[in-house]
């Protein structure tokens, strides 16, 4: 049961566009979400987060935009650089003290051409 | 800064072998997370501890444990290896209540 979706495996764009990766979630007990990025061979990079409480959080050329009635969420990157191309995926946290662990969606690697 | 640091970064081990991986977290971090990642799939969280003391457990099998130490590094014990627990096994750490993990560069399991 994929309770983190991500249902775009590649996404190509070119440089200096603006690059959109989308996740949706089924959980409704999920109160904070995470974007990580993955090199190959390398762990998980966090990004940037956003609160259940909030719609939109940004972090330089990183947003988060969180719609919680559609269970959605996107992670725009503008302008996208070459060294943007890895693996991104989107995480979820039911919260609920310390120690919450996270439900990764199943990632989508971005290609940023020249 | 430091970062989450995982040893050893490969293992190479036979069918029915045992694999001991260490994790040390960011320095004043006091939780711990292990995932495991089958090829092409996501993350799947394994076991977390807090304070030292197991606070969740996911989808880790019997034949795994887990603790962590009073200096807050972690290990995962792995016993009767199997070919299907070839992945690559991530240690993340967070500090309190704090949201964002933060992962080691994790270490590549392979069993044969």
Request: some cysteine; charged content about 20%.
């Amino acid at each position: 049961d994929q309770q983190v979706k991500q249902n775009s495996p590649s996404l190509s764009v070119q440089e200096g566009r603006i690059s959109i990766l989308n996740c949706d979630y089924t959980n409704s007990m999920f109160d904070y979400f995470l974007w990580y990025k993955k090199y190959p061979a390398e762990g998980p990079t966090f990004l940037i987060s956003i609160s259940s409480i909030k719609d939109k959080n940004e972090d330089g050329r990183f947003t988060v935009f969180l719609n919680k009635s559609a269970k959605h969420l996107s992670l725009h990157i503008v302008p996208s650089q070459p060294g943007d191309s890895a693996v991104y995926f989107c995480a979820a946290s039911g919260g609920a003290g310390t120690a919450s662990k996270l439900t990764f969606g199943t990632g989508t690697r971005l290609q940023v051409t020249l | 800064a430091a970062g989450v640091i995982q040893s050893p970064r490969h293992l190479i081990k036979e069918k029915r072998e045992t694999a001991t991986l260490k994790c040390y977290p960011i320095p004043r971090h006091d939780t711990v997370y292990w995932y495991q990642q089958g090829p092409g799939q996501d993350p799947q969280f394994l076991i977390s501890f807090y304070e030292k003391m197991q606070s969740d457990k996911g989808s880790i099998p019997d034949r795994f444990s887990a603790q962590q130490f009073s200096d807050y590094h972690s290990e995962l014990n792995m016993s009767s290896l199997e070919l299907g627990d070839s992945a690559l096994y991530f240690c993340a750490s967070t500090r309190g209540t704090s949201y964002e993990q933060y992962f080691g560069p994790g270490t590549r399991l392979t069993v044969t």
